[in-house]
């Protein structure tokens, strides 16, 4: 069992940035691939990043590539989301998840993963 505590979202004006962290407790957190998804209102989940256990291996969607990095410390049970030159579509619901992993592969679908934090509201708006 994997409990994961999201946090660090906020209002921000156009072109700005934010970092989310998602807190991972209850297990070996490096046991874990870890993954930010997004929904916005009205609108299905979405793929945002992805980490592989050892933070070898990453990957962000295209609409947010340039301007989102995922890491992790393993260190500190923790999983970063820098979004920087943040836009009104990037407006959603941030939630961190986690998959127990044997490879250290990552992981893009929201049914691939079991543990889901709570989520953490961003708000992109002059």
């Known amino acids: 069992q994997v409990q994961l505590v999201e946090s660090g979202g906020g209002l921000v004006q156009p072109g700005g940035s934010l970092r989310l962290s998602c807190a991972a407790s209850?297990?070996?957190?490096?046991?874990?691939?870890m993954g930010w998804f997004r929904q916005a209102p009205g609108k299905e989940r979405e793929f945002a990043a992805a980490?592989?256990?050892?933070?070898?291996?990453?990957e962000v969607a295209d609409s947010v590539k340039g301007r989102f990095t995922i890491s992790r410390d393993n260190a500190r049970n923790t999983v970063f989301l820098q979004m920087n030159s943040l836009k009104p579509e990037d407006t959603a619901v941030y939630y961190c998840?986690?998959?127990?992993?044997?490879?250290?592969?990552?992981?893009?679908?929201?049914?691939?993963?079991?543990?889901w934090g709570q989520g953490t509201q961003v708000t992109v708006s002059s």
């Open positions: 980490i592989s256990w050892s933070g070898g291996s990453t």
């Open positions: 209850g297990s070996t957190f490096n046991n874990y691939a």
């Open positions: 998840a986690a998959k127990r992993a044997w490879f250290d592969n990552i992981y893009k679908q929201t049914d691939e993963y079991v543990y």
